[in-house]
């Protein structure tokens, strides 16, 4: 690791929090001890449970405020009463500069509010947008938009393609990603307008770090054929909850399998250890950490129910995509498109 990265945490966010919060990030230093991390919550809860942590207590500072939001609290709440909340001065660390990255496992929407708000959106990006890994057969990808912008245009859709494939430049580590628009089909004719324009442009631009390879349709996503998916934040909500109800179907129905019979239970004795590397895979805790992308800092969401592991895994990712400079990416990748596209102008 380079210069020491500094996470502002959100330890009043979570069903389960601040226990959880203050496990995951002791998890996360073991792996990365150049962290530091700011801790906004209560103190009178937070300060015992760094009794049971001491390495992370020493590279650790606990800021108090009575204030957090609560997950039922509405957007609209949040940008007038959340500001002075632990989620609230999380995110202004980050803009204050004072913090790399910032983490939440709180209410969404008030998440994406309130960091719209306060970060702003950076210089070629029209709209931000939630990212997010998915388990596949070859690995992991990663989609978006997973519900930040139910309506997208083509501008859209090409900003969403090159903030994807930074994401997974810094954070899975490949130099090239491939990158695909889910479509109804992966025929060049068929989709909406917006979805067949986005294409054309990104099939121009020659001198993006991508691998363009057109159109993806929805049952292939699992398949990992593709790194980046990109879709409006209405599908891909709907992909997204899809794919984690299939997952939990396919577990529970194996599950009752497997306990139907005598001679089934036997089978399970055998079977144990895949099943175990198959629910580990599909563990949504293994793949934990939406990105809001787009804004004048990075902000990481966390699932609401997410254990401790996988409260480390979303801090980690975060470390990763600051030591990574993924903000740095984005705005090279956004001129070069903006280069292309006055090149084809002028010619």
């Not at 103190?43 to 049971?52: A, M, S, W």
């Not at 930074?166 to 992966?186: H, I």
Request: hydrophobic content about 40%.
């Amino acid at each position: 690791m380079g210069k020491r990265i500094t996470i502002a945490v959100d330890a009043m966010g979570g069903d389960n929090a601040p226990e959880m919060v203050i496990e995951g990030i002791a998890k996360a230093r073991t792996l990365y001890p150049n962290t530091k991390f700011l801790v906004y919550g209560d103190e009178l809860r937070i300060k015992p449970l760094f009794d049971q942590f001491p390495d992370l207590k020493m590279c650790s500072e606990i800021i108090h405020t009575d204030d957090f939001v609560s997950s039922s609290m509405k957007p609209s709440q949040a940008l007038r009463r959340g500001r002075k909340s632990s989620m609230g001065l999380a995110i202004q660390s980050v803009k204050d500069e004072v913090a790399d990255v910032a983490i939440s496992a709180g209410n969404t929407g008030a998440l994406m509010a309130l960091s719209k708000f306060m970060l702003r959106t950076m210089p070629g990006i029209d709209r931000p947008a939630l990212i997010s890994t998915l388990p596949t057969l070859r690995g992991e990808s990663v989609m978006l938009d997973l519900g930040a912008n139910v309506e997208c245009d083509s501008n859209n859709l090409v900003q969403f393609a090159i903030m994807g494939a930074a994401y997974v430049r810094t954070v899975l580590g490949l130099s090239r990603p491939s990158v695909a628009l889910l479509n109804v089909g992966t025929e060049e004719l068929k989709g909406k307008d917006s979805i067949k324009a986005a294409a054309d442009v990104l099939k121009e631009s020659r001198h993006l770090p991508m691998n363009f390879v057109g159109f993806v349709e929805g049952s292939d996503i699992a398949m990992g054929d593709v790194d980046v998916v990109v879709t409006d934040g209405f599908t891909g909500n709907v992909a997204l909850k899809t794919a984690e109800g299939t997952a939990r179907l396919v577990t529970e129905l194996m599950g009752r399998a497997f306990k139907s019979t005598f001679r089934t239970k036997m089978g399970y004795l055998l079977a144990r250890p895949g099943l175990r590397s198959l629910k580990d895979h599909l563990d949504p805790n293994n793949h934990n950490g939406g990105v809001f992308l787009g804004l004048n800092g990075l902000v990481m969401k966390s699932h609401g129910g997410a254990n401790a592991s996988g409260y480390s895994s979303a801090v980690t990712s975060a470390i990763d995509m600051a030591e990574n400079d993924l903000f740095r990416l984005i705005g090279e990748d956004l001129h070069e498109i903006a280069a292309d596209e006055a090149n084809a102008r002028a010619t």
